[in-house]
């Protein structure tokens, strides 16, 4: 048994370690070349209002020429999205009440009857109309394969509603992925 796993060692160490397939550096080449960038129609609820917001951003950001005609595209976006509006309610209440009662004869003839209570009831309902957006995106090249994905989520801006933002990250995690190829 120590024979034997001496002899693995001795052949594990001459024939080194096995390389590790890079395919980070040709993705990264790949995500370079795209110029002109075509974005799919997205699946999901509300997609396509949050497809607008995700072209508008990616516009914004001038990485790509963004088209509608999909053979002139070097690559497509593609992806799904989420999005869910909801009114959350809060409710209280609150009930602090004290009461007593008593009473006494002053004369053989008088009763003074005595009663007393003090109370005070507070409550209070809070609604709010709440949204959340997600969208799981890529790019892929022409020969289908996936070069940039990203997943972003959104509880909402204070400023803009959740599929604004939403889809503002995805542009912002964009710009920073294509400004480290420069790097």
Request: zero cysteines; a positive charge; aromatic letters at 8%.
């Amino acid at each position: 048994m120590r024979k034997a796993l001496l002899l693995a060692m001795m052949a594990m160490q001459e024939s080194g370690p096995t390389p590790a397939v890079e395919f980070e550096p040709d993705r990264l080449k790949q995500l370079k070349s795209v110029r002109r960038l075509y974005v799919e129609k997205l699946a999901g609820e509300n997609a396509e209002h949050i497809r607008d917001l995700v072209i508008a951003s990616l516009q914004e950001s001038r990485l790509f020429v963004i088209t509608e005609n999909r053979q002139k595209a070097d690559a497509v976006l593609k992806g799904s999205t989420q999005f869910n509006a909801f009114v959350d309610t809060f409710q209280y209440g609150e009930s602090v009440n004290v009461r007593g009662s008593g009473g006494g004869r002053t004369s053989a003839r008088t009763f003074r009857p005595g009663s007393y209570g003090v109370g005070e009831n507070e409550s209070a309902r809070i609604t709010q109309r709440r949204e959340t957006s997600s969208a799981t995106l890529r790019i892929v090249n022409s020969e289908g394969d996936v070069i940039w994905s990203t997943t972003q989520e959104s509880r909402g801006a204070k400023f803009r509603g959740a599929a604004f933002d939403v889809a503002d990250k995805v542009a912002r995690k964009l710009v920073d992925d294509y400004s480290k190829l420069g790097k």
